[in-house]
T-cell receptor
Framework: DADVTQTPRNRITKTGKRIMLECSQT?????MYWYRQDPGLGLRLIYY???????NKGEISDGYSVSRQAQAKFSLSLESAIPNQTALYFC??????????????FGEGSRLTVL | AQSVAQPEDQVNVAEGNPLTVKCTYS??????LFWYVQYPNRGLQFLLK??????LVKGSYGFEAEFNKSQTSFHLKKPSALVSDSALYFC???????????????FGTGTQLKVEL
């Protein structure tokens, strides 16, 4: 089983719909992240959380919200999806002890298409 | 603010030949630099990192990277490419972040490596 699991892996939705992407991890890491990948733009940070009570905006948080339900769970919500949110979304984790080394562990990605 | 540039969208190389994937960076203070690889339909995987010390860093799958402070570069290299190395490669730099620490990485736009027989 994957250490970082994202659901759903693929989702097609319509403009204006609410969408939630879920991430769970079995690595025991306290830090979790949501990134968005677009062709030619690389990965951009949406939100990150260093523990259950700590949520921080990344560089492109507008239109998104997150919830850290437990140490192992970090979900990303699009309250009202729009077509330019069509992208590949990645959840990642890191270990506090190696928190300054930059080694992130990624899920397999969730491909979202907004029509 | 930190940034990373990967000037080549795609690099083509013949199997057995050496490969180089280029990366330059901009960051305040000493850089923490990383390479990640993404295979089709997969998440990113950590390859190697430079934190301090020897400018030549060795990583997974025979890859290495050379840190050059004067040129602000961190090019990924492999002496002999394999077809199985074909993938999307990302360079990343660590910034200090809003909380003064942590893994707030900035990624480059990625370079598609294609290794042909």
């Amino acid at each position: 089983d994957a250490d970082v699991t994202q659901t759903p892996r693929n989702r097609i939705t319509k403009t204006g719909k609410r969408i939630m992407l879920e991430c769970s991890q079995t690595k025991g890491h306290d830090r979790m992240y949501w990134y968005r990948q677009d062709p030619g733009l690389g990965l951009r940070l949406i939100y990150y959380s260093f523990d259950v009570k700590d949520i921080n905006k990344g560089e492109i948080s507008d239109g998104y919200s997150v919830s850290r339900q437990a140490q192992a769970k970090f979900s990303l919500s699009l309250e009202s999806a729009i077509p330019n949110q069509t992208a590949l979304y990645f959840c990642a984790t890191s270990d506090r002890d190696r928190g300054n080394t930059g080694e992130l562990f990624f899920g397999e990605g969730s491909r979202l298409t907004v029509l | 603010a930190q940034s990373v540039a990967q000037p080549e969208d795609q690099v083509n190389v013949a199997e057995g030949n050496p490969l180089t994937v280029k990366c330059t960076y901009s960051v305040s203070g000493n850089p923490y630099l990383f390479w990640y690889v993404q295979y089709p339909n997969r998440g990113l995987q950590f390859l190697l990192k430079y934190i301090t010390g020897d400018n030549l860093v060795k990583g997974s799958y025979g890859f290495e990277a050379e840190f050059n402070k004067s040129q602000t570069s961190f090019h990924l290299k492999k002496p002999s490419a394999l077809v199985s190395d074909s993938a999307l490669y990302f360079c990343a730099v660590r910034g200090l972040g809003l909380t003064g620490g942590g893994n707030k990485l900035t990624f480059g736009t990625g370079t598609q490596l294609k290794v042909e027989l």
